[in-house]
């Protein structure tokens, strides 16, 4: 039953709205007996009575919410990944994740002022002015944007980690398959600085780079230009975007990785099953969901927040380079 209310429960258990509410909320000092008490709690229960998340906070004086703000990034196996790790890890203290998807100019505040969860956590900065208003509002921060001034940025080293790859396979000519999604051009950016930092230190000529859909379509017309300029070993963006590749490699009758050698990034789920099954770049996202969760419950708790994990990528070698 939708929608069920403390009055429902008062009406359906023949007692007052006063009455059900101090059995519900296990108010102590009151004269209700036994089999009331009883009969509140099982026409709740067959009523399926929950109260409201407003309602808790207002009881308890603190919400069970977590706001986890996102950038505008597609949410993409990854991202899922590290969400459900994250909504686990964090379940197990009684707390919910809300996800918020920033999208246009509609201030944050609006949400967290309407939605009054215990903490935020945003994986990009936040502006310092609308932290010290969440602060104000009683609202723990979580601000994961800023890794530091000592982190060392994983981007470059994920491309060089590609490209070192495919040299060892002896590819010589490079391609660098680069996203046509400008809303993660920065990472597909700092990932093919590695990619040429590897070339040049190697003396090869320069990568090809081409921006590649997550379509075959797109992925052929890749190939074909990659073939004309003689590449023989490809750096993709992520998995994603390898798989297009190798779809593209399938249309043109190639051998992967015989003919052309792929290489992607993130270590998806899918990729273990692709054909041939995909060598890639693992960025541990598992972890990093597991530091978000730690931050979270440091905050709360009032404890200094962890240190970041700065685990370096790694290649999970698979057949297709």
């Not at 950038?71 to 590290?82: A, K, Q, R, S």
């Not at 800023?146 to 070192?164: F, M, S």
């Not at 931050?295 to 290649?315: F, K, N, Q, S």
């Amino acid at each position: 039953m939708a929608g069920v209310t403390s009055a429902d429960v008062a009406r359906a258990s023949g007692v007052s709205r006063t009455t059900v509410s101090y059995v519900l909320n296990g108010t102590e000092g009151t004269s209700i007996s036994d089999a009331t008490r009883r009969r509140v709690l099982e026409t709740a229960a067959r009523l399926g009575y929950a109260p409201s998340a407003a309602a808790r906070t207002l009881r308890s004086g603190r919400s069970d919410l977590v706001l986890c703000v996102l950038p505008d990034w597609p949410v993409g196996p990854v991202i899922e990944t590290m969400l459900d790790h994250l909504a686990d890890e964090l379940a197990e203290r009684g707390l919910s994740v809300l996800v918020h998807h920033v999208r246009g100019d509609r201030p944050l505040s609006e949400l967290w002022r309407a939605v009054t969860p215990r903490t935020v956590v945003g994986l990009t900065e936040f502006e310092p002015d609308e932290v010290l208003a969440m602060r104000q509002a009683g609202i723990q921060v979580v601000d994961t944007g800023d890794a530091g001034p000592d982190a060392e940025n994983p981007q470059p080293h994920i491309g060089r980690l590609q490209v070192e790859r495919l040299v060892a396979r002896s590819r010589a000519r490079i391609g660098y398959a680069t996203t046509d999604d400008p809303r993660v051009v920065d990472f597909a950016d700092q990932r093919l600085a590695g990619v040429r930092a590897v070339c040049a230190e190697r003396g090869l000529p320069a990568p090809v780079v081409i921006p590649v859909g997550v379509e075959a379509r797109s992925g052929s017309a890749a190939v074909a230009t990659w073939r004309q300029a003689g590449v023989t070993g490809v750096a993709a963006y992520n998995d994603e975007v390898a798989f297009a590749v190798l779809a593209g490699a399938r249309a043109a009758g190639l051998d992967v990785p015989g003919d052309l050698a792929v290489i992607g990034v993130d270590d998806v789920p899918l990729a273990a099953l692709a054909s041939p099954p995909l060598t890639t770049v693992t960025q541990h996202i598992e972890r990093e969901a597991s530091y978000l969760a730690a931050c979270v419950l440091a905050a709360l708790d009032g404890d200094d927040p962890p240190p970041r994990p700065h685990e370096a990528p790694a290649l999970v070698e698979r057949d297709s380079a």
